[in-house]
């Protein structure tokens, strides 16, 4: 019965809202994750039947799957102020000093908020339904990054029926990456060979700024509450900012667990004591406490002044630095030919660990801070994060320091350097320079891709230095007489050598598409190609609307392996490795249909499939999604009010199935056996 469904739909659409403020809000997780998958599979089932039924708070609607072109500018309706900060108890008392002469002697309670290390957010709510996200911008006017915060899990996009709401809502809060998620998202750029993010308050705000929403999906960024945007002409909230949080909280919206209320400026010097140690144990940074008056009436009392409220203070940490001495600057060079320079420093404890090396990030940034060689520099570290050069003490500056030279060639090869379009990184233009080959090679053999555990670092520089080894092909036609020639090279390393690199041939599909080193193809997203394409012939004649198709896979990842696989000598290094009897495992094929290996365009309305769950389904049957009709598609699905695909399709012959006859054709078994998949190009 429809409206049986439609009940469960609304009844799995509560449970998920209720499991997601028992997660993000209290902490207290009722259901397993499989439990809660499966009432989201179920409710994701049920609106594919029924596109009809989706509303935009559904937990189903989180991720946009249209990119933006820029954002939108959006007004503040209350403006987003920024708070006075201190790094001393002393500046605190003098604060209360301040705040108990303009309350004319009343005594002040405050609230104490750990004060989060990312950035602020204005969530506007309309009849507890989240209508605008905005960034802080210069205070009065910010950027709309509604799509990329529905993506948010902490963000509810519904607040909680039973609990009372101002018809128009305005929620403060902060956007911020857990340590976990930050950890998680550099490994995953280091496999794609991609720049580290230098904290995570710099990976949110990336994250935040992306026109695709699909990868701020999965960033897994997170949210906490800490205001609601008091209009002065609203009706009175609540009269003290502890019972704003607490409504807050109870409305669905996730509020510090370790904010609380206290009576004295004692026992907030205590807090901010204690709390220096104890932010080590937090997955997410905090960069102090804010210290805000609790009652609303006093607030009001007290005012703003230009830039920040009177009633509210940050007490911040002092951060973890340490002074030490760049004796050289080595530049390093990556495996797509990115110059990195790296400090070498004087060995210096800091934060429980020594210090030797500092990332400069990119030449810009050296630039930036004017690192020199001799120069005594501050190095700091966030947390658990990697270490940084963050200024200059220029008073220790040596008198014969000069600047340090961009390299307009290669440290490595000699051969000439460029600037990236964007202009941040400098490059090695050298294809073979023997630096990048070795990464490249490093990476390639290394575990997370073709795992060869016998070609350690060493024995890659022997095999390029030698000339043995001009690309990743090369490595499989070495021969036992080739590993002898080498320094230190016996006869037993040689057949483990071998057995190694015999062992790989046969890998994995998705390992050999990680080791071939695509930008912004990791072994995660090479796992999901070689799921999706089974082969890789298939993942190397997809075009890019058949990868975009793939739900994790975004426009910038669809159009780099796009791009990779129309290369020349990368479709040559390929038909090397084959010959050289690569061969990857290809992934265990699902149940032939009538659609496998067939390439299908979609046009028009359909009654049973939104645009999402009808490539879902192509896919699924083993056919790919294509975006435009050519001659190579197979079969056109039209459904009503068709646009020009369908007369192409006519033209050029294509046949055309219905909704009907595409179900149909799903179901049917092949009537003759599929072609084995043959040479790669
Ligand atoms: S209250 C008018 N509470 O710190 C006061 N801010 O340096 C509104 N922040 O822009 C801010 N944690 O992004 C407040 N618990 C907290 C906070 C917090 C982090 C950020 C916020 C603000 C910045 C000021």
């Not at 790296?342 to 940034?365: I, M, Q």
């Not at 990842?557 to 990779?564: C, D, I, K, L, W």
Request: with cysteine.
């Amino acid at each position: 019965m429809i409206s049986d469904l439609n009940t469960r739909m609304q009844v799995l659409r509560r449970e998920i809202r209720h499991h997601d403020y028992q997660y993000y809000v209290l902490n207290q997780p009722e259901i397993t994750d499989k439990s809660y998958d499966a009432l989201f599979a179920e409710l994701k089932q049920i609106e594919q039947a029924h596109p009809e039924w989706v509303t935009p708070d559904s937990p189903t609607q989180r991720v946009s799957e249209q990119p933006v072109e820029g954002f939108t500018t959006v007004d503040h309706a209350v403006p987003m102020l920024s708070i006075d900060n201190t790094f001393s108890a002393d500046e605190l008392r003098a604060f209360e000093t301040r705040v108990q002469k303009q309350l004319e002697g009343a005594r002040a309670a405050y609230v104490v908020e750990p004060k989060i290390d990312g950035l602020a957010i204005n969530l506007h709510y309309e009849q507890g339904l989240l209508i605008r996200a905005a960034t802080r911008g210069n205070g009065r006017q910010g950027d709309d990054v509604t799509a990329n915060v529905r993506t948010i899990k902490a963000v509810p996009l519904k607040l909680q029926e039973d609990v009372s709401l101002p018809a128009s809502l305005d929620v403060r809060g902060e956007i911020y990456m857990s340590n976990t998620a930050f950890s998680r998202l550099n490994a995953l750029r280091e496999q794609a060979g991609e720049p580290f993010f230098a904290n995570p308050r710099n990976a949110a705000a990336g994250s935040l700024k992306l026109l695709d929403a699909r990868i701020t999906a999965s960033r897994n960024l997170s949210f906490f509450a800490y205001a609601a945007g008091q209009d002065p002409n609203a009706p009175v909230f609540e009269d003290t900012h502890w019972a704003v949080l607490t409504h807050l909280r109870a409305l669905g919206l996730p509020v510090n667990e370790h904010a609380c209320r206290v009576e004295s400026l004692d026992e907030v010097l205590a807090l901010c004591e204690q709390w220096q140690v104890r932010r080590q144990a937090l997955d997410y940074q905090i960069d102090g406490l804010v210290v805000k008056v609790d009652r609303l009436d006093q607030q009001a009392q007290l005012g703003y002044t230009g830039r920040a409220p009177r009633w509210c203070m940050a007490y911040k940490f002092p951060a973890e630095q340490a002074l030490t001495v760049v004796e050289s600057i080595d530049v390093q060079v990556g495996k797509s030919g990115i110059l990195t320079p790296v400090a070498n420093l004087t060995p210096v404890p800091l934060a429980g660990t020594t210090v030797k090396r500092a990332s400069l990030h990119n030449f810009d940034e050296l630039q930036r801070l004017d690192v020199r060689v001799g120069d005594t520099v501050v190095v700091e570290k966030a947390g658990e994060i990697i270490p940084q050069v963050v200024e200059v003490v220029l008073k220790a500056r040596p008198e014969e320091s000069k600047p340090f030279d961009l390299p307009s060639a290669c440290p490595m090869c000699g051969h000439a350097t460029a600037r990236d379009e964007n202009g941040v990184y400098i490059r090695c233009m050298n294809e073979a320079c023997p630096a990048q080959l070795k990464e490249r090679l490093n990476y390639f053999v290394g575990k997370g891709q073709m795992d060869m555990e016998r070609l350690g670092t060493a024995l890659i520089d022997q095999l390029v230095e030698s000339g043995l080894v001009k690309d990743c092909a090369d490595l499989f036609t070495l021969t036992h007489e080739q590993l002898l020639s080498l320094d230190r090279m016996g006869d037993k390393s040689a057949a483990n050598v071998i057995h190694s690199i015999h062992a790989a041939r046969t890998r994995d599909l998705w390992r050999l598409i990680a080791a071939l080193g695509i930008r912004h193809i990791g072994t995660q997203s090479a796992q999901i190609l070689a799921q999706e394409f089974k082969t890789l012939d298939a993942v190397a004649h997809a075009d890019e609307a058949a990868l975009e198709s793939i739900e994790q896979i975004g426009p910038i990842m669809a159009a780099s392996v796009y791009e990779f696989f129309q290369n020349e000598e990368n479709q040559h290094l390929l038909d090397k490795l084959l010959k050289a009897g690569v061969s990857p495992e290809p992934v265990q094929a699902q149940a032939a249909t009538a659609l496998s290996g067939k390439t299908l365009v979609v046009t028009g309305t359909l009654t049973q499939f939104t645009r999402q769950s009808i490539k879902d389904a192509i896919l699924q049957a083993g056919a790919k999604v294509s975006a435009s009709v050519s001659k190579k598609t197979d079969y056109v699905v039209a459904g009503d009010n068709p646009g020009s695909k369908l007369d192409k399709a006519q033209a050029l012959g294509v046949p055309i199935l219905d909704e009907a006859a595409f179900l149909a054709l799903m179901d049917q078994v092949p009537d003759q056996p599929q072609p084995e998949s043959g040479q790669l190009f």
